[in-house]
């Protein structure tokens, strides 16, 4: 028989300036797509600070894609 454990591991505070905004933002129950980000936080790389959070801090950060009016689909970010 082979057993997996799955260890939670409990979400860490980040110590970069970007990646503080971007879970303030989250944090506040708003979403966030490329377009604010670069807007309110000039990060062009929403993706991988998205991908950091996850990856090295450990936040449960949620992706839906989503139809823009222009027709393009892009990634709204979520708690």
Known sequence: MNIQLELFTAPQEP???QHKA???HLRAGKTLT???AIQ???CYA???RIGELIRDYHWP???E???TQTGKRVA???L
């Open 46 to 48: 929403l993706s991988q």
């Open 40 to 42: 309110l936080f000039g």
């Open 22 to 24: 971007i879970l303030d």
């Open 65 to 67: 894609m989503i139809i």
């Open 15 to 17: 110590s970069g300036p």
């Open 76 to 78: 709204k970010y979520s």
């Open 34 to 36: 490329v377009l604010e």
């Open 61 to 63: 950060i949620k992706s």
